[in-house]
């Protein structure tokens, strides 16, 4: 879960510097862009990750598990990365169609767009599970929905409310403000889900022939 903050935070200095109306070249915010969009991927592919984790297909913190989990993120960050990075500064061509009106960057719009919100849903569905079917309780899913819900309300922000913020405070701010609000307060609420159910107080079932004897 550690690395699941070390990316959210990369991804909020990316949006400080990309929408803050910081004086870059064009070239330095094409750069902050695709590590932007990289980072998000490769946050939520861990993310994911986590949720699987809970199952313990691999013990939990050993070299196995911790690499699997670091190579497969670079691998996801370095790819983004580099499809964004072909992208903007058109180093082979291959994307060069998509800069050109209507600008449908199919391959983008795929990784910053639908790939993540593939690995949050999944994250979701596996932590419920793991909640409800094998630990049985029921109060850390309302932190697991608490962080959907606020998540949720960050996207209808920045997705349909923003335009209206925008032209009503004549283009000071947007809807990404609250969109980096909300999402803050969800990522708060995913990390008390996640102490919540690694706790070492969770009711143990007993044993067999473990009776305490007189």
């Known amino acids: 879960m550690q690395l699941f903050l070390l990316g959210y935070i990369i991804i909020s200095i990316c949006e400080i ?18 590590i932007h969009i990289a980072a998000i991927v490769a ?23 911790i690499g699997l989990l670091l190579i497969s993120s670079l691998i996801i960050f370095v790819g983004t990365g580099y499809i964004a990075l072909d992208t903007g500064f058109s180093w082979t061509g291959f994307f060069d169609s998509t800069l050109n009106s209507p600008n449908q960057a199919y391959a983008l719009y795929t ?9 949050l849903v999944v994250f979701f569905l596996l932590e419920a599970f793991l909640v409800l079917r094998i630990l049985g309780e029921r109060k850390p899913m309302l932190y697991l929905l608490g962080a959907a819900l606020l998540f949720a309300i960050g996207q209808i922000f920045q997705y349909v409310v ?53």
């Open 43 to 65: 946050t939520t592919w861990i993310l994911m990750l986590n949720g699987v984790v809970g199952y313990q297909l691999l013990d939990d913190g050993t070299a196995v598990s």
């Open 162 to 214: 923003s335009v209206h913020i925008c032209t009503g405070t004549g283009r000071k701010i947007n809807g990404g403000l609250f969109e980096t609000l909300f999402t803050l307060l969800a990522v708060v609420m995913i990390w008390v889900f996640w102490s919540s159910i690694t706790e070492d107080d969770w009711p143990m079932p007993a044993v067999a022939g473990s009776g305490a004897y007189n």
């Open 111 to 119: 990784l910053y767009q639908l790939a993540p919100l593939v690995f």
């Open 17 to 34: 510097i990309t929408t803050g109306g910081f004086p870059l070249n064009d070239s330095a915010r094409k750069a902050f862009v695709a």
